[in-house]
């Protein structure tokens, strides 16, 4: 099926041409025709069919949609999209591209080149009148006028270059007719106007050509107030001494408007992009975006500079002040100054229209980069691009302009901040080498480069702080985001780091500013969708449309449904935030956090049992976006309202064990930290002993096993005073899990069995299951295979026949341990290996590191040692990624084993490492695993006495604490 533009819209069906139906579906399939093959908004439709707003515009756009299908012989070639509607025409279906296709092929060749003329030729029978008529007959639409216009002013390009061609081969008197009647359809093109003069001229028709001269300059001087160009002069004074007329014009001054480029520190890789332009087709835009202070317009003088040599004719420079203290120019008075600097007064110019045909006009064969800094919106750009063969408009935007950008097939590049090294260059060399701050590292210059987003404008900022005061390279990084916001400011506006940013928040549509001021209200510096929406209480589709522009106005990043922002944007938004009342901050922040412990609450389910919810698709789903979500929940958590407290404890206790299986330290310290500030506050003892129970837990985590069982021991007390038996088995569960480490093996038993008998009175399957793990792992460490293997087995096949992989992990894992102490090797490996893969589902990096810690001593247990090396290798880097100092010194003494005969030298030192680590923090059956790898090591490499030492020291320690 084809489709013609270039005259009345039109398509064939049955090889018969047709127009559409009624005025509507005209300028209906006109639009479409305007972007074939891309998606043209609702919006857009509904505009170019009624020109005001209509009632239900979207309901009779679908209408006419469904009319207009039924009239094509291929109705499926409309495709409806999410927002709108898409012409899925072939290139060579519709004429407008196959046009344009021949004439930029045909005005590649340069003049004298043979077969030009036959190829503009060629592309202008593509039209069915070539010397008249207009693209889009009939269709009035903004697009299609606008799309009229460039085809026009292509086709009249390649009218030129065909007409000089046929001259220039002496074939002038076949053109003729054809050049008057085009040279009296545009007057004000004195190429055309220059060609003609020329035929008639070797015509022997003089008079005729000097008359053309004539009324062409009455002309010029009438709409332009300009003279003819020294070019048409030139050719009128051929004529006048019967020489040979000359049919190149070249006319007015040659603008040279660039600002001086200062020192460009990195950003080569966008410099090579932008040298692909050199050999773009002609009519070339590139659009440089990105945010405020990011460099944009130092890349694009740049850029211009290095390349003002290519561009013959000049360089139009202009500020539109998109983004500034001031209003926006407005495009007709942009209009107004370039064409004053290219010759021509446009004080008879009546409308924008007649100022963009003028400028496009004196440009048509001039060869010219214009670059359009800092501006605001596509509609301000769009009449400022030249449409010659030889110019290149360079635009510089916060905002994306990706309508532009797409409409005219534009290069676009995008600008983030700089590298590391980048930044840290630009930071010395703004404070000057400062004394005091020049001898600090990199690393405390790239700690301020990151706190400055790495944004040139900020770094310069800093550096001159910096420069003012050394201490500053301190400071500036160790104060809160908005301190640091404060102070980044040069007493002037394009100096000031706020400032600059405002600008871009008073250019926002009215949700997107709301969504900037919600993500001022909220702690953290990411956030997804839903939360967005929980804040604002937008739709999605609302939500959605917000988001986007504030990532076109570079304001925020969006990647995989999470919204980001850099340190200084998430202060500047919570400025911002201050715009609003406190009650609805407050309001905003509790539907953020009721949101969070539902959907958390949601995704732990969800992914620990494996099944579907309403809120996720799999497992895979909620693990990714409950890891992703932990630091929002836990920066929520710590800013809420006292109103919130129950709030904040049921996250606490839904979170804890998450946090503690992703070895999440830090994270799970804030949000115990808030936890039971909230537990005082609301006089709830069961909350306060299990919050700091959990406090206990972490601390042993974190090496220091003595506090966490004063903790706990405290924890017990509160839980006894509350009366409450599911604390009290927490409790008593944890409190034993601290002892065994300590080497307290029996007291443990008696506290797993205490947690027990509590879980068993309340009828608590899940905190059976979990003193049955812990009663079967301590028997084994004693050294009672027997009693724990029915233990461990049961909770194991329990665990495997319902499915549970995050039970799965724990259990598989004991009864691997249970299997090596016990010596079978093949039964350890194959559950170790069990262990891992379910442990890494549920991103718990502590079981995965025992479970390898086992597969690593089954590969030693099987004289394999070269991949026991490698095993435990990895057990000992996932060991210290947990940062358990029990896990630490155990692997440790299994990775000294494994290195042993390759390296006795590195085997000591691990071995020296553990020791330390277990006796300081006093972790007994670590301290006991490395004096029997000691002395196992020893053995080895023949120290027999010192490994008799250690061998008596290791069985002290077992007879001790009851595990000989």
């Not at 110019?391 to 510089?396: H, I, P, Q, Y």
């Not at 071995?911 to 090591?937: C, M, N, P, S, Y």
Request: aromatic share 4%; net charge negative; glycine share 8%.
């Amino acid at each position: 099926m084809q489709f013609r533009v270039l005259g009345p819209v039109s398509f064939s069906s049955g090889g018969v041409w047709r127009r559409p139906s009624g005025k509507l579906r005209q300028q209906l399939l006109a639009v479409l025709l305007t972007r074939p093959g891309e998606l043209v908004g609702y919006d857009a439709l509904a505009e170019a069919l009624w020109s005001e707003p209509v009632a239900n515009a979207q309901q009779r756009l679908h209408l006419h949609i469904h009319r207009l299908r039924l009239e094509l012989a291929e109705p499926e070639l409309i495709v409806g999209e999410q927002g709108g509607y898409r012409l899925q025409a072939a290139p060579d279906a519709v004429d407008s591209l196959r046009f344009e296709r021949a004439a930029h092929s045909a005005l590649a060749l340069t003049p004298g080149t043979p077969g030009r003329s036959a190829a503009a030729r060629a592309a202008l029978d593509t039209w069915s009148e070539p010397w008249g008529g207009v693209a889009f007959a009939g269709a009035d639409a903004p697009p299609c006028r606008d799309e009229s216009a460039l085809l026009d002013a292509l086709r009249i390009d390649v009218a030129e270059a065909f007409f000089a061609a046929e001259i220039d081969e002496g074939r002038h008197l076949d053109v003729l007719f054809d050049l008057r009647r085009a040279a009296q359809q545009h007057p004000l093109r004195e190429q055309l106007q220059g060609l003609l003069m020329s035929a008639l001229h070797q015509s022997g028709r003089s008079q005729d050509a000097l008359e053309v001269y004539r009324i062409t300059r009455d002309t010029l001087v009438d709409e332009l107030g300009i003279e003819p160009s020294g070019a048409l002069q030139s050719i009128q004074q051929a004529v006048l001494t019967g020489s040979d007329a000359i049919a190149s014009i070249q006319s007015g001054p040659t603008p040279a408007q660039l600002p001086p480029a200062g020192p460009l520190i990195g950003r080569e890789t966008e410099l090579t992009q932008l040298d692909v332009l050199d050999g773009m087709a002609s009519g070339t835009l590139a659009v440089l975006s990105g945010p405020p202070g990011v460099g944009k317009s130092a890349l694009a003088v740049t850029w211009a500079s290095r390349h003002r040599d290519a561009f013959t004719d000049g360089q139009l420079f202009v500020d539109l002040q998109g983004y500034s203290e001031t209003t926006p120019l407005r495009p007709d008075a942009v209009l107004d100054g370039f064409i004053r600097a290219l010759g021509a007064d446009p004080s008879g110019l009546r409308d924008i229209r007649e100022r963009t045909a003028t400028f496009r006009s004196i440009l048509a064969h001039r060869s010219v980069l214009v670059v359009l800094d800092n501006a605001r919106s596509a509609e301000q750009v769009r009449p400022l691009l030249p449409s010659g063969p030889s110019c290149l408009a360079l635009v510089t935007s916060r905002d994306s302009l990706s309508g532009l950008t797409a409409e005219f097939d534009a290069l676009r590049v995008e600008l983030g901040g700089l590298g590391a090294a980048e930044s840290v260059t630009l930071l010395r060399k703004a404070s000057r080498d400062a004394p005091g701050a020049a001898s600090e590292s990199d690393t405390a210059w790239l700690d301020l480069a990151d706190r400055c987003g790495r944004l040139p404008l900020t770094l310069r900022v800093a550096g001159e702080l910096v420069r003012e005061d050394p201490t500053a390279l301190h400071t500036l990084v160790s104060a809160p985001s908005g301190e640091t916001l404060d102070r980044l400011e040069l007493g002037e506006p394009a100096g000031s780091a706020r400032t600059v940013l405002s600008w871009s928040y008073r250019a926002l549509p009215n949700d997107a500013a709301a969504i900037f001021r919600a993500l001022g209200v909220q702690p953290s510096t990411t956030i997804d969708l839903t939360g967005i929406q929980a804040l604002t209480g937008f739709d999605t589709a609302r939500a959605r449309r917000g988001v986007d522009a504030l990532v076109r106005a570079h304001l925020a990043t969006l990647e995989d449904g999470w919204v980001h922002q850099h340190d200084l944007l998430a202060a500047y938004a919570r400025d911002c935030a201050g715009e609003l009342e406190n009650d609805n901050r407050e309001h905003m922040l509790i539907g953020l956090a009721d949101d969070l412990l539902a959907r958390s609450s949601a995704a732990r389910d969800a992914w620990e049992t494996g099944t579907e919810t309403d809120e996720f698709d799999d497992s895979d789903a909620a693990r990714d976006w409950l890891l992703h979500a932990l630091p929002l929940i836990v920066d929520t958590a710590s800013h809420l309202p006292v109103s919130c407290d129950r709030t904040v404890v049921e996250l606490s206790q839904s979170l804890y064990l998450v946090l503690l299986r992703a070895s999440a330290h830090d994270l799970l310290d804030r949000l115990l930290a808030s936890a039971l500030a909230a537990a005082d506050r609301l006089g709830d003892l069961s909350a306060r002993a299990r919050a700091i129970g959990a406090i206990g837990i972490a601390a042993h985590r974190r090496g220091r096993p003595q506090d966490g069982i004063e903790q706990l021991l405290h924890a017990r007390e509160l839980a006894e005073r509350a009366q409450d038996p599911a604390t009290r088995a927490v409790i008593a569960n944890n409190l034993g899990v601290l002892l065994a480490v300590v080497g307290r093996q029996q007291e443990a038993l008696d506290l797993y069995r205490e947690a027990r008998a509590l879980a068993v009175e309340r009828d608590d399957a899940e905190r059976i299951r979990v003193a049955d793990s812990n009663i079967g792992t301590t028997l084994t460490e004693l050294g009672r295979f027997d009693e724990a293997e029915p233990i461990l087995v049961e909770r194991y096949e329990v665990d495997l026949a319902q499915g549970r992989r995050s039970r799965l992990a724990y259990s598989a894992c004991h009864l691997a341990e249970w299997a090596i102490e016990s010596g079978d090797v093949d039964r350890a490996a194959a559950l170790a290996n069990q262990s891992i893969e379910a442990a890494r589902e549920h991103a718990n990096l502590v079981i995965e590191a025992y479970a390898t810690l086992v597969l690593g001593r089954a590969a030693l247990a099987r004289d394999d040692g070269i991949r026991a090396a490698a095993i435990l290798e990895t057990a000992l880097k996932l060991a210290r990624r947990t940062r358990e100092t029990e896990l630490i010194a155990l692997a440790l003494a299994w990775r000294a084993r494994s290195i042993v005969d390759t390296d006795p030298q590195g085997s000591r030192r691990l071995l020296d490492e553990g020791l330390t680590r277990a006796h300081r923090d006093g972790i007994v059956l670590a301290e006991i695993q490395l004096q029997e790898a000691k002395v196992f090591v020893l053995t080895r490499v023949g120290h027999e006495p010192e490994a008799a030492v250690a061998g008596a020291h290791a069985q002290r320690l077992r007879e001790q604490y009851g595990t000989a």
